[in-house]
C-alpha cells in the first residue's frame, strides 16, 4: 500500500512539474516516470542502482517477487537509455530485455588524504543494517577476533541484529550507532582499521553488486574483508585492496579478520594499493560519464 500511494503521488506531481526529462530510480519509481513521459512526450531514463528483482527481501518472497517481475518486464524494455553500477548489472539488463545501458559507478568524491591517527582499533560496518548482508555469521565470528565491531547504520535486520549479539554475549565487543550525519559518519571511517563489506548469495543483485562503502573504505585507505564477488573480484586484480572470501560462514569470517589484524605486512600493503586505487575509482572520473550521458539526450 506504501508503494502504491507513493506511485500516485508521484504521478500527479510529474504531471504537473516542469521538466525536459523523467529519470527513474530503480523499479519503484518507474511506473509513473513511464506514463507521464508517453503522456507529455518526455525522454525517459532508468537509473538502475539494483537488479531489484534479484534482492533478497524480494526473491525470498515469490507473490511479492511475482508482481515485481510484472512491473519489470513491461516497463524496463520501454526505456531504451539507462545506466547502471557495474558491468555485471549492464550485462544482465542487456540480457533480458536487450537495453544497453551505460555505467555510471556510485565512487567516492576524492578528497585529499589525512592519515588518521585513531585512539581506539575498531572494524566497521556502515551501511544498511538489512537481511543478507551476513550479520548472522558476522556477529558470532566476532567471539573469535580481539578487536571491537562498530556497526553504523539501520535497515531491517537492525532489531534481529541487536538480539544476535545479546544471544551471543558481544554486547562489549560490538557497538550499534545507528544513523549518522554523514559527516560524524566520515570520521567512524576514517579512525577504522578494518572494513567490512559482506553479502550472501541469494539473488544476483547481492552477488553483482558494487556497494558505497566499498569505495568509502577505499578512500579512507582501509583494507576491508569483502566477498569474493565478480565486480569486487576484479578491482581488486588491478588494485589489491581487500582481503576477500569465498563464503561467509562464521569460521572464515574470523580467521580473514585475524589475518587483516595480525599480519602487518600484507595490512601495509592493502593499505597502500588504496591510495592507488582511490585516484582511479573516484567520483570525479564517474560524473564525466553522467554528464556525458545526459548532453547526448538533451544537447
Excluded at 5 to 24: H, P, S, W
Excluded at 103 to 115: G, H, S, Y
Excluded at 137 to 163: D, H, R, W
Aim: proline share 3%.
Amino acid at each position: 500500500m506504501f508503494y502504491a500511494e507513493y506511485n500516485i503521488r508521484l504521478f500527479f506531481y510529474l504531471m504537473f512539474t516542469r521538466l525536459d526529462l523523467i529519470c527513474a530510480i530503480d523499479l519503484d519509481t518507474i511506473l509513473p516516470c513511464l506514463f507521464i513521459s508517453k503522456i507529455r512526450n518526455k525522454t525517459r531514463v532508468y537509473d538502475a542502482h539494483e537488479l531489484f528483482c534479484e534482492m533478497e527481501e524480494i526473491v525470498s518472497r515469490p507473490a511479492i517477487c511475482k508482481m515485481w517481475k510484472a512491473i519489470e518486464r513491461y516497463a524496463v524494455p520501454q526505456f531504451k537509455h539507462g545506466y547502471t553500477i557495474g558491468e555485471y548489472y549492464a550485462e544482465e539488463f542487456k540480457q533480458m530485455y536487450g537495453v544497453a545501458y551505460s555505467i555510471v559507478r556510485n565512487a567516492t568524491i576524492l578528497k585529499p588524504f589525512v592519515e588518521s591517527h585513531p585512539t581506539e582499533q575498531y572494524i566497521l560496518y556502515q551501511g544498511a543494517v538489512n537481511q543478507g548482508r551476513s550479520f548472522e555469521t558476522l556477529i558470532p565470528a566476532m567471539k573469535k577476533v580481539n578487536s571491537k565491531l562498530i556497526i553504523c547504520g539501520e535497515g531491517n535486520f537492525y532489531t534481529e541484529a541487536q538480539e544476535l549479539v545479546r544471544i551471543h554475549h558481544l554486547s562489549d565487543r560490538i557497538t550499534f550507532k545507528g544513523y549518522l550525519p554523514p559527516a560524524q559518519l566520515s570520521e567512524y571511517t576514517r579512525n577504522a582499521y578494518v572494513g567490512i563489506t559482506l553479502f550472501t548469495n541469494q539473488g544476483k543483485s547481492n552477488y553483482l553488486s558494487m556497494a558505497n562503502r566499498f569505495f568509502d573504505y577505499m578512500h579512507a585507505a582501509i583494507p576491508q574483508l569483502c566477498v569474493a564477488y565478480p565486480e569486487y573480484i576484479k578491482v581488486n586484480q588491478q588494485f589489491e585492496i581487500a582481503v576477500l572470501i569465498k563464503e561467509t560462514a562464521e569460521n572464515v569470517i574470523a580467521d580473514a579478520l585475524n589475518e587483516l589484524l595480525e599480519n602487518k605486512e600484507r595490512y601495509q600493503l592493502l593499505k597502500y594499493n588504496c591510495l592507488k586505487a582511490r585516484e582511479e575509482y573516484c567520483w570525479q572520473k564517474q560524473e564525466i560519464t553522467l554528464l556525458t550521458f545526459y548532453q547526448s539526450l538533451l544537447g
